[in-house]
């Protein structure tokens, strides 16, 4: 199959993928999206055995591996590390989420990449970092988001620590790795150098904790759960609805008031336990339950629309298929489908940013196990008789 580009943003540049899991699938699957040629080599073993890390026609495979080619490629033999080297000379990109040593032993590692190609730019992703006391511990997105402070905002009051719904300590190590890995391309064509880019679930929990790591850092104040309610703005949360739930957002005086008037309850602008946002802040529990009472009353479709009317954010909260039945959401194309040989309906997650001129597209589903090995080993020159070698020695 020819390149599949899936835009040609990144068109010019090559990526050689070792990632698994998720941490570094997320990374290239942007850098994929963009349009890089990206090359997933799949681990294959001594014994001519295949590891694939989880069924690739699952929801899970297909969402992070689309917009790529794959090849084999045994690594723990001498041979496989010279293949690899081969790949690397003409390569742009090393992405791996290794344990950190297992890439040295490998012989994959960044210093041993550079020695071949100086240019290359080579992006690592592990739990705790590449040194340190850590170092050698295995890294898990929930164990991250535990020993990044997450976890002890997110929840209820007195209910203990909460995990998030979605892997980010994984996801953002990933996203924040891609995004290093294009801030040291363009700093290539200034330098004519790459350069070995490195971050950790750990450090990308850390960063995501944002003004409550500030908090601490500037004020020395520990933040705690606070559940639906917002820890600054108030009130701001979830409140009940006559069919549901609806999120209300009222920052500032001005929206304060504008929504007051909205709920038919002009009195709790003069009620002196709400006056002032830190009044409304100590009293946040009766205030809470007061607007509860009033939004019981009617829909969240009819407060949606009262409140957007009135100029007081607000919104329904959906689960996951209402969220793409929205109108909205399907405006702006949140779900694409993914063309594939087989016939089969595949619609997976967009990018969440649009390029005027040059935007990403899924035009590839994920590759089979392997499924562009020869392809690939031929585009950088390895000829028929040496591949066919290679298959005997089951190196690829």
Same mark, same amino acid.
């Given at each position: 199959?020819?390149?599949?580009?899936?835009?040609?943003?990144?068109?010019?540049?090559?990526?050689?993928?070792?990632?698994?899991?998720?941490? @570094? /699938?997320?990374?290239? &699957?942007?850098?994929? *999206?963009?349009? =890089?040629?990206?090359?997933?080599?799949?681990?294959?073993?001594?014994?001519?055995?295949?590891t694939m890390g989880g069924p690739r026609r699952g929801f899970d495979f297909q969402n992070l591996h689309r917009n790529k080619r794959a090849m084999t490629l045994n690594l723990k033999d001498p041979k496989g590390r010279e293949v690899f080297m081969r790949l690397v000379e003409k390569a742009d990109v090393v992405v791996e989420n290794y344990r950190p040593d297992v890439k040295t032993k490998l012989g994959v590692d960044y210093g041993s990449v550079r020695r071949v190609n100086p240019r290359i730019v080579y992006g690592s992703i592990s739990?705790?970092?590449?040194? @340190? /006391?850590?170092?050698? &511990?295995?890294?898990? *997105?929930?164990? =991250?988001?535990?020993?990044?402070?997450?976890?002890?905002?997110?929840?209820?009051?007195?209910?203990?620590?909460?995990?998030?719904?979605?892997?980010?300590?994984?996801?953002?190590?990933?996203?924040?790795?891609?995004?290093?890995?294009?801030?040291?391309?363009?700093?290539?064509?200034?330098?004519?150098?790459?350069?070995?880019?490195?971050?950790?679930?750990?450090?990308?929990?850390?960063?995501?904790?944002?003004?409550q790591?500030?908090?601490?850092?500037?004020?020395?104040?520990?933040?705690?759960?606070?559940?639906?309610?917002?820890?600054?703005?108030?009130?701001?949360?979830?409140?009940?609805?006559?069919?549901?739930?609806?999120?209300?957002?009222?920052?500032?005086?001005?929206?304060?008031?504008?929504?007051?008037?909205?709920?038919?309850?002009?009195?709790?602008l003069t009620n002196p336990d709400y006056a002032t946002a830190p009044d409304r802040s100590k009293n946040r529990k009766a205030l809470n339950a007061a607007i509860n009472a009033l939004t019981e009353k009617k829909s969240t479709e009819a407060w949606v629309n009262e409140f957007n009317a009135a100029g007081v954010p607000c919104g329904p909260i959906y689960s996951i298929d209402q969220v793409f039945a929205d109108a909205q959401v399907q405006h702006l194309k949140m779900a694409q489908d993914v063309p594939n040989a087989e016939g089969r309906h595949i619609q997976l997650v967009s990018q969440p940013v649009t390029l005027s001129r040059t935007p990403?597209?899924?035009?590839?589903?994920?590759?089979?196990?392997?499924?562009?090995?020869?392809?690939?080993?031929?585009?950088?020159?390895?000829?028929?008789?040496?591949?066919?070698?290679?298959?005997?020695?089951?190196?690829?």
């Open positions: 199959m020819p390149v599949p580009h899936a835009s040609q943003a990144l068109s010019r540049f090559t990526v050689l993928d070792l990632t698994r899991v998720r941490a @570094g /699938p997320t990374c290239v &699957r942007q850098l994929a *999206d963009w349009g =890089a040629n990206v090359i997933k080599i799949d681990a294959l073993l001594e014994d001519g055995g295949e739990g705790f970092g590449q040194d @340190g /006391p850590y170092q050698k &511990r295995p890294g898990f *997105d929930q164990i =991250a988001q535990g020993m990044g402070g997450l976890m002890s905002i997110t929840g209820a009051p007195g209910e203990g620590p909460m995990r998030v719904g979605i892997p980010v300590a994984d996801l953002t190590a990933g996203m924040f790795c891609a995004m290093g890995i294009l801030t040291a391309l363009l700093e290539r064509e200034v330098s004519g150098e790459g350069q070995w880019v490195q971050t950790s679930l750990l450090q990308a929990q850390i960063f995501m904790l944002d003004f790591a500030a908090r601490w850092l500037m004020d020395q104040e520990v933040a705690r759960q606070a559940g639906n309610d917002h820890p600054t703005s108030i009130p701001t949360g979830v409140f009940k609805t006559s069919d549901g739930y609806i999120n209300i957002a009222t920052t500032g005086g001005r929206i304060w008031e504008r929504f007051a008037q909205t709920v038919g309850a002009p009195e709790l990403s597209k899924m035009v590839a589903p994920p590759p089979d196990f392997g499924e562009q090995t020869d392809e690939v080993l031929g585009e950088f020159g390895f000829g028929a008789d040496e591949i066919a070698e290679l298959h005997r020695r089951k190196v690829v």
